[in-house]
Every structure is written in C-alpha cells, then in structure tokens.
C-alpha cells in the first residue's frame, strides 16, 4: 500500500479516537450527558481498534476472502460515524475490489444521510465511489435516499454533479422522490440543471402528486404555459387512474385536448373502473371516447369483468350490436374459456366474431 495511504488512515483514525476519548472525560463524572459520551466514545474506541487490527494483519500479507469481508464491515461501520473524518476511507480501496469498495463507501453515505447529514456533507464521500463496474448503481442508491429525506436540498446540488454521474443520480432522484410538493416543483424549474434532466424530474413529480390523487397538480398544470403541458397531463392522469380511478375518469373526461395517448390512459383508467363497478366503467367509455378509439378500451373492461362475473360479461357481449368493439370483445370470452380449459364453449363463442379474418387468427393463436 502507498506509505501516504497509511499515513492519512492513521491520522484519521488516531485523530477520531483523541477527539473520542477527550469528549467522553471531559465533563464531571456522574451525569447523564458524561455517561452518554463514556459510551459513544468506548464503542468508537472500539470500532477503531477493530479496523486497526485487520488492516495490520492485511498489511502483514494475511490477505483473504474472509478478512475483506471483514474490512468492508468494519470500514462501513467506522466511518458511518458522522463525528469521523473520513480520511483514510480510501485505503481500503488497496484490499477490496472496486465493486466492494464502491459498496462500502455508498454505505456509508446512505448511513451518514439517514443519520441526519445532507446530501451537500457527503458530496466528498460520494467522489470515493471508483468509476466504472457498479459506481452507477451505487451513485444512483446515494441519491435515491437523499431525495426521500429531503428532494429540495438534493435538486439544489444537481448543478454540481459531474455529467457523467448526473444520469444516475437523476434516476435515484427518480425512485426516492416521495414528498414532492408544488413548491418542489416550481423550485426544480430554477436548480440550474440542464432541460433534459428538469424534464425526466417533473415527469416523475406530476406522475407522483398523480399517484397520490393530489389535486393541486391540476392547478399546476393548468396554470402553465400550454406548450410545456406537452406530455404532462398524460402522466398525471396515468398516476391518478393507479390511485384514485373513480377520480381519474372526470379528469380524463374534462381534459381529452391535452391527452396525447387517450386510448392507453383510458384503459388504465377502465382496468380500475370495472373491478368497481362494470357497467359504470362501460358507461363511461360510451360517454368519453369516441367511437372510432374505443374498441380496445371496451375489450380491456370485458377483460377485466370476465374474471369478476363471467356470466354478467358474456351477457352483456351479447347484447351488443355488430362491432369491431363487439368483436374484441368476443375474443376476449374465447380467450377467457380457452384458458379455463373449456374449448367447447370457446368454438361455439368463436362463431361470433364476424370478421373472418379475425377468427381465423383466433382460431390459429389458440388451437382451436
């Protein structure tokens, strides 16, 4: 190992335990506050004799799987420590594996933010994570749970972030963003990051303040200038049809101009409706879309209303006049009875699709 490694792991090490032991002597004896840092101190005090201890015996040449595994432990449980310096961290990159190594270090950042630090106090540790092997992952899992303890603070540092690390960090923001508000927002608009990353995050927002049927992001984007609505409404009513499909449905209905894929959306919406009520679901793709586009939504509801009440399902395809949505529809029963293993019904339902064309298809996809 380089002599100046070592060097800097031992003023790091020795310098957290001077700084552990004077704390824990230096108030009277008795209180609870003196008892407390006794404690911490001894555990600290610990915790670097134990990580003394395995890099002197890897520095004597004991090197194996086994005591790696220990140093990666014990490197992860000293330097979690927010009080400690974090130089001499990267010594262990002299024993373990970039990819160990990487892991190590994003531990500790994920343990140092969920202890109370910002993303800004662990911006030196995340340099340490190795680039290449797994540094993508490891930079995505940091900012994922920086974002879900505070989003405000951690889009603040977006400008900071290297272009090459942004991709990941991006995606971590992505997958820990769990109190986004308005405000989160309208800040995300001014951080200084470049467009496309401000993009990618106010598409995960409005789709989150959807999944969480919050209507203030209705406000939100009515208020914006109709060409940065591009695509927005569509991942705002996806998210409410996961929530609140009840709800989705009107908001659906009230806004079909700034839908962009109004037929996806409506089946999402469909597979919600129809586990509630069936015939309020098929109402609502009568009144709502028009009916050149609704073949596949109404054949997405009888799907869905097969495995509640076939009976109900069958009967009310029946019913229906002449369609290519009554066609689908059918497949959708043939399909259902096939799978169920009833390939006599299944022949007989197959006789219905009047598109010969179509059921020829059916027949040859489903052996019959």
Same mark, same amino acid.
């Given at each position: 190992?380089?002599?100046?490694?070592?060097?800097?792991? $031992?003023?790091?090490?020795?310098?957290?335990?001077?700084?552990?032991?004077?704390?824990? =002597?230096?108030?009277?004896?008795?209180?609870?506050?003196?008892?407390? !840092?006794?404690?911490?101190?001894?555990?600290?005090?610990?915790?670097?004799?134990?990580?003394?201890?395995? +890099?002197?015996?890897?520095?004597?040449?004991?090197?194996?799987? @086994?005591? @790696?595994?220990?140093?990666?432990?014990?490197?992860?449980?000293?330097?979690? !420590?927010?009080?400690?310096?974090?130089?001499?961290?990267?010594?262990?990159?002299?024993?373990?594996?970039?990819?160990?190594?990487?892991?190590?270090?994003?531990?500790?950042?994920?343990?140092?933010?969920?202890?109370?630090?910002?993303?800004?106090?662990?911006?030196?540790?995340?340099?340490?994570?190795?680039? $290449?092997? !797994?540094?993508?992952?490891?930079?995505?899992?940091?900012?994922?749970?920086?974002?879900?303890?505070?989003?405000?603070?951690?889009?603040?540092?977006?400008?900071?972030?290297?272009?090459?690390?942004?991709?990941?960090? =991006?995606? $971590?923001?992505?997958?820990?963003?769990?109190?986004?508000?308005?405000?989160?927002?309208?800040?995300?608009?001014?951080?200084?990051?470049?467009?496309?990353?401000?993009? =990618?995050?106010?598409?995960?927002?409005?789709?989150?303040?959807?999944?969480?049927?919050?209507?203030?992001?209705?406000?939100?984007?009515?208020?914006?200038?109709?060409?940065?609505?591009?695509?927005?409404?569509?991942?705002?009513? @996806?998210?409410?049809?996961?929530?609140?499909?009840?709800?989705?449905?009107?908001?659906?209905?009230?806004?079909?101009?700034?839908?962009?894929? +109004?037929?996806?959306?409506?089946?999402?919406?469909?597979?919600?409706?129809?586990?509630?009520?069936?015939?309020?679901?098929?109402?609502?793709?009568?009144?709502?879309?028009?009916?050149?586009?609704?073949?596949?939504?109404?054949?997405?509801?009888?799907?869905?209303?097969?495995?509640?009440?076939?009976?109900?399902?069958?009967?009310?395809?029946?019913?229906?006049?002449?369609?290519?949505?009554? !066609?689908?529809?059918?497949?959708?029963?043939?399909?259902?009875?096939?799978?169920?293993?009833?390939?006599?019904?299944?022949?007989?339902?197959? =006789?219905?699709?009047?598109?010969?064309?179509?059921?020829?298809?059916?027949?040859?996809?489903? $052996?019959?």
């Amino acid at each position: 190992m380089r002599a100046n490694s070592w060097l800097s792991l $031992g003023v790091g090490l020795i310098f957290g335990l001077v700084a552990c032991d004077s704390k824990s =002597t230096s108030d009277a004896a008795g209180s609870k506050l003196d008892r407390h !840092n006794i404690e911490k101190s001894r555990k600290e005090s610990d915790a670097y004799q134990t990580l003394a201890t395995i +890099l002197q015996q890897l520095r004597s040449g004991e090197i194996d799987d @086994r005591l @790696r595994g220990k140093l990666a432990r014990e490197l992860t449980v000293y330097y979690s !420590n927010a009080s400690v310096d974090i130089q001499g961290l990267d010594a262990g990159r002299e024993f373990l594996s970039a990819d160990a190594y990487a892991e190590t270090v994003a531990d500790v950042c994920k343990n140092r933010l969920q202890a109370g630090k910002s993303i800004e106090d662990v911006q030196a540790i995340i340099g340490l994570i190795p680039y $290449g092997g !797994n540094r993508d992952s490891k930079m995505s899992q940091v900012y994922s749970v920086a974002a879900s303890i505070d989003f405000n603070k951690t889009i603040s540092t977006l400008k900071q972030i290297p272009n090459e690390d942004l991709k990941s960090a =991006t995606s $971590g923001i992505e997958r820990g963003m769990s109190k986004i508000d308005i405000p989160s927002l309208q800040l995300l608009e001014t951080c200084g990051a470049d467009s496309e990353t401000i993009t =990618t995050l106010r598409n995960a927002g409005v789709s989150y303040l959807g999944q969480q049927a919050n209507k203030a992001g209705v406000e939100y984007l009515q208020a914006m200038d109709p060409t940065g609505q591009k695509g927005l409404w569509d991942v705002f009513v @996806r998210g409410y049809a996961h929530s609140s499909p009840v709800d989705a449905a009107p908001l659906l209905s009230a806004n079909k101009d700034k839908i962009t894929n +109004l037929v996806d959306i409506s089946r999402e919406i469909v597979d919600g409706l129809v586990k509630i009520n069936p015939n309020d679901a098929l109402k609502w793709i009568e009144n709502t879309i028009a009916e050149n586009q609704s073949e596949t939504v109404y054949a997405r509801a009888i799907n869905g209303w097969l495995n509640a009440d076939s009976v109900a399902a069958s009967e009310y395809v029946n019913a229906m006049p002449l369609s290519k949505a009554r !066609n689908l529809c059918v497949e959708e029963i043939v399909s259902h009875l096939n799978s169920a293993g009833d390939k006599a019904s299944a022949r007989i339902w197959l =006789t219905q699709i009047k598109d010969p064309k179509m059921a020829s298809e059916v027949r040859r996809n489903l $052996g019959l």
